[in-house]
């Protein structure tokens, strides 16, 4: 059990609202050595109601006692299945706060930002080198708007064939933003089923002229990797479609196998997890896109160049899907994933990745018997249980909750809806083998008290700032506004 | 679990009450319970044509969001508009209070599809 000792200076903390007192404030302005000027009356407010007045150091401790009660992957272990929440080293903070890079402008010349051009364009060149794919770019925001951007890019390679087709192929364990994707760009979603892995028959089954696309996550969200992924991109290519990767758990993969070198047309990285920048709340992300040669013409501009003269920020590009955000994506974030691996080298990331699927397979095998385990293909690096072996009408829900007593952030729960009660866990490489092991030892228990002490799992958490939270009443009835209408 | 007798039963738990040419669809007790607590429900707008085996709607819970799907082809004549403002309905009252909407049917030949409430309940302890 992890140490969550010494809570009497835990302390609560109120709403800003409730903290206010008539005609405090934080600092006196002096008077105005100016022309005093009555802004336009429709631009004025005829009131600000309950607008909450504090001094200074009412809103430092508000902020700070909140942030107290924060829980990141700077306090802990964060198995948090799917989202790859590996450490984010500090050299890489380091790296996107020399002021080469936080004192330059987007807009300001080529010629004179040349150093993060280079960092761009090597960046583009490494994660080609990771993915095997020929092109890149590095605009998306984030994962979700890759899969936009590769699917733009996928209708725009069909109408420049002449072709308008309608649907595209997702089968149910793909992450849940893919069908949201391909629906924003217009395509009916057919989804297959896959009896843990998915079979070239299901593909088969619906594959057709009419078929835009197959999006696949390789590793699936059961943590398996889709291992005739080569013969079910042969049957798609074959009626003239494409595959779409999600590139989400390419923490499987890296340094071991290539998605352009097996098929895949297109995939999108999440930098925020597979290269170790911010994720979550202390994000943004990041979401580049690799490219196939054939749908090169079609990555959104600018994509940065080099010639004799240097490096270059091309935007003629005729056949481009146009911008997908402002300026060149998230920069200090990419800045954060090319020091990353800077550091690690090609041999680093390899290792990374073994470690990755090391650790989740000794957590499987740890908990396997005391945990039933839906999918017995062998698992990369995440591990999916489902519910069904718990006691006493025990749920996964209550399972989560009791590990927060134990002092660990929760796994993924409910996700992938293809488990019954699924429990997903991801360690990455982050972990040592005593953090996995205490975490596994607290799990055990907690199987064991679902036997013999059921209502521990019931009432947890029991030594968490705020005990079992109502959260059909706070999705139901949400207070969004103060002061609380009546 | 209740699965009341006079209605008819799909795969993706849903259950079709007829009455000649009108249908009133809903979720089985048994999809309420596998959602857990419902906190949004999303339903078509009256004259909307559903086409068997799409989808017609969304319902949310703490655990997951899934689709509802149009059990029989026809157009919408009545969504029970209670829904939205109160999804715990289809929580505690699946069959009666907690129906989604009712249809006109198009073709009364996709009613053969549908399961007595024997071969449901064979289906769900399958399941």
Same mark, same amino acid.
């Given at each position: 059990m992890m140490s969550t000792a010494g809570r009497g200076l835990v302390l609560d903390e109120n709403l800003l609202f409730e903290k206010s007192q008539p005609g405090r404030v934080g600092y006196s302005i002096a008077s105005l050595d100016v022309p005093d000027v009555t802004p336009d009356n429709s631009l004025l407010r005829e009131e600000i109601a309950d607008f909450p007045e504090l001094s200074e150091v009412d809103v430092v401790r508000h902020y700070t006692r909140l942030s107290t009660w924060n829980y990141g992957v700077d306090s802990g272990f964060y198995p948090l299945g799917s989202c790859t929440m590996k450490y984010n080293p500090k050299v890489n903070e380091a790296a996107a706060r020399f002021p080469g890079f936080t004192d330059i402008h987007p807009q300001t010349p080529e010629a004179l930002n040349q150093g993060a051009l280079e960092l761009m364009y090597n960046l583009q060149h490494d994660l080609e080198e990771v993915s095997g794919f020929p092109a890149m770019t590095l605009?998306? #925001?984030a994962g979700a708007q890759g899969e936009f951007t590769g699917m733009l890019m996928i209708r725009a390679w069909h109408e420049a064939n002449g072709q308008q087709r309608h649907k595209v192929i997702i089968p149910?364990? #793909?992450?849940?933003?893919n069908p949201a994707s391909a629906a924003l760009c217009g395509y009916e979603v057919i989804t297959v089923a896959s009896d843990g892995v998915l079979s070239q028959e299901a593909v088969a089954a619906v594959m057709d002229d009419d078929v835009a696309a197959l999006m696949v996550t390789n590793p699936n969200t059961l943590g398996l990797f889709e291992a005739d992924v080569r013969a079910i991109c042969d049957l798609v290519h074959e009626r003239g479609g494409l595959v779409y990767a999600d590139g989400a758990n390419l923490n499987a993969l890296m340094g071991i196998s290539r998605p352009g070198d097996i098929g895949i047309d297109v995939m999108h990285f999440n930098l925020h997890k597979t290269f170790s920048t911010p994720h979550g709340g202390g994000g943004p992300g990041s979401g580049p896109v690799g490219v196939v040669e054939k749908l090169e013409p079609f990555l959104p501009a600018p994509v940065v160049t080099k010639d004799a003269e240097g490096y270059k920020l091309e935007?003629?590009?005729?056949?481009s899907i146009g911008r997908l955000k402002s300026f060149y994506g998230h920069f200090s974030i990419l800045v954060r994933a090319y020091s990353y691996i800077l550091s690690m080298g090609g041999e680093g990331l390899r290792r990374a990745t073994e470690l990755a699927v090391l650790n989740a397979n000794y957590i499987r095998a740890r908990l396997e018997g005391e945990y039933e385990l839906p999918n017995k293909q062998r698992s990369l690096h995440e591990v999916v249980f489902s519910e069904d072996g718990l006691q006493n009408d025990c749920h996964t829900l209550d399972v989560a909750k009791r590990l927060i007593d134990y002092g660990y952030h929760p796994p993924t729960i409910y996700f992938p809806l293809v488990v019954h009660g699924a429990l997903m866990i991801e360690p990455t490489e982050t972990e040592s083998k005593q953090m996995i092991d205490e975490f596994c030892d607290a799990l055990l228990a907690i199987a064991e008290e679902a036997k013999s002490a059921p209502e521990l799992l019931k009432q947890a958490p029991v030594r968490a700032k705020v005990k079992r939270l109502d959260e059909a009443t706070a999705a139901r009835k949400p207070i969004l506004r103060w002061p609380q209408e009546s | 679990m209740s699965f009341p007798e006079e209605l008819k039963y799909t795969e993706d738990h849903e259950w079709v009450l007829i009455e000649d040419d009108v249908v009133t669809i809903g979720i089985t007790d048994f999809a309420q319970e596998q959602l857990g607590d419902i906190v949004f429900v999303e339903l078509p707008e009256v004259g909307d044509s559903l086409e068997t085996g799409k989808s017609f709607g969304v319902v949310e819970s703490v655990k997951a969001v899934s689709d509802v799907y149009a059990p029989v082809s026809g157009e919408v004549v009545e969504i029970n508009e209670e829904l939205p403002d109160d999804p715990e309905v289809l929580n505690n009252s699946p069959y009666d209070d907690g129906w989604m909407i009712k249809l006109k049917l198009a073709d009364s030949a996709s009613l053969d599809e549908l399961m007595d409430v024997s071969a449901y309940q064979e289906f769900v302890e399958k399941d």
């Open positions: 605009q998306p #925001a149910d364990t #793909a992450h849940g933003t935007y003629d590009r005729p056949e | -």
